[in-house]
């Protein structure tokens, strides 16, 4: 079962413009979500977060919403940088378990 | 910003020997440690939470005997696989939280049993 989904595997995006990553979400409970970004070979490493009480959260070319009515949440980078290139993974948080999706490869074009 | 510091990064044992990671928590301490399994092109799943002190809490499907979790101290977490299967070939990660701020994870310790 499948709490978490990305079902988007990849995504290419030109250099300077907007990248969207989305996540979808099946339990209610979740109550914190985070992005999370991955190299090859390396742990994931914490980008932003939002708390289940927001709908937006920004933090420099990084921007995260929130819609709980349809358990749908997004990240946004503008404008996206060839050092971005990387696996994007959604995951939430409820209790203290968080559940990752997939991930998503994220690939700018300079 | 917070670090977790895993150890080994790469490790290649033989089938039937046991194989020990490191999880260490650098700058702060953390009570609960949680240990993860990535299979290839796969989501990151939950292995166990490690706490310090008591016994681990496993996962539905995570075989307790075989994977022993030792939290040692407020900065040591430690995963044994013990009695290696090629099966267990995979990449694990440790991750802990710094108070209430989101987890932190280690760079992972790809494994492989031959």
Redesign the interface.
Known sequence: DQQ?KQNSPSLSVQEGRISILNCDYTNSMFDYF?W?KKYP??????LI?ISSIKDKNEDGRFTVFLNKSAKHLSLHIVPSQPGDSAVY?CAAEYG????????TILRVKS | GAVVSQHPSRVICKSGTSVKIECRSLDFQATTMFWYRQFPKQSLMLMATSNEGSKATYEQGVEKDKFLINHASLTLSTLTVTSAHPEDSSFYICSARDRAGPLHFGNGTRLTVT
């Open positions: 978490v985070l999370y070979a390396e742990g994931p490493t914490f977060s993974f203290n378990k968080l559940v990752f999706g997939a991930g």
